[in-house]
């Protein structure tokens, strides 16, 4: 039976925080705070980020007034032009939306659309995610493409409601428990859930391991034997 496939996108198809993660390894290293060490500070932008997300969103431009604002707090004085232009600069290897592809993602995707419906759901900045889906040239395996503010379940009633989904044989695939997994349960799909390493620590969320809705896979060439 033709099923309903939606996919994640950052560190799904391919990947995305590692990226991220180097930026802000190498934003610590210039920091070069006097008494706290790299955990310690790891965990004052985490507490940015978060309460930063529902006003900023996701991605690069949201990631570099953090880094901002964690300069402010730690320095108790506003960013100078210097300190301004040395963040950007750090974080400029987030511009250019390069992609690296997970291992056969593209051979994936077409044998996986031969025999259902593909569509992609991904959030933050529609400039940049757009981007990064036309760099991964990933873009005509999907019959739609959706950019959300936010994956949360009004997000995915949305969807349902938007292309009548039969959610009894509708797929949410990701990385995310906290965007991909928790919030397609709570609309009643099921949810394939492909975890990666480098999954951004506000992204990670507690799953039921008795669902029996939730599918755990090791890498995405695996769909191909359920699908």
């Known amino acids: 039976m033709n099923k309903v496939l ?4 950052d560190d799904t198809l391919w990947e995305n925080n590692v990226r991220f993660e180097r930026v802000i390894d190498d934003y610590l290293d210039w920091l070069k705070h006097p008494t706290l060490d790299k955990t310690e500070l790891r965990h004052i932008l985490d507490d940015i980020e978060h309460a930063n997300v529902p006003v900023l969103g996701y991605g690069s431009k949201a990631l570099l007034q953090s880094l901002a604002q964690m ?26 939306h390069e992609v690296d592809l997970v291992p056969q993602v593209s ?15 991904t959030k933050g900045d529609p400039a940049e995610q757009r981007g990064k889906l036309d760099a991964s040239n990933l873009g005509h395996h999907f019959r739609s493409v959706h950019i959300v503010a936010e994956k949360n379940v009004a997000a995915y009633r949305s969807l349902v ?7 009894a044989v509708t797929w949410m695939i990701g990385n995310s ?10 609309v009643g799909m099921n949810a ?3 975890p990666n390493q ?24 695996e769909l191909l034997a359920h699908f």
């Open 161 to 167: 409601d938007e292309h009548s989904l039969d959610v």
């Open 71 to 96: 300069f402010e707090r730690l320095y108790e004085r506003p960013v100078g032009e210097r300190e301004r232009t040395d963040i950007a600069e750090i974080a400029r290897a987030l511009e250019n």
């Open 198 to 221: 480098h999954t951004w620590v506000l992204e990670q969320g507690e799953l039921d391991p008795a669902d029996k809705g939730v599918l755990h896979l090791a890498a995405f060439t």
């Open 192 to 194: 394939v859930f492909i």
């Open 107 to 121: 051979e994936t995707l077409a044998e996986l659309g031969s025999r259902h419906d593909l569509l992609l759901l």
């Open 6 to 9: 939606i996919f994640d996108a």
């Open 177 to 186: 428990p906290h965007s991909d997994i928790l919030p397609a349960r709570a």
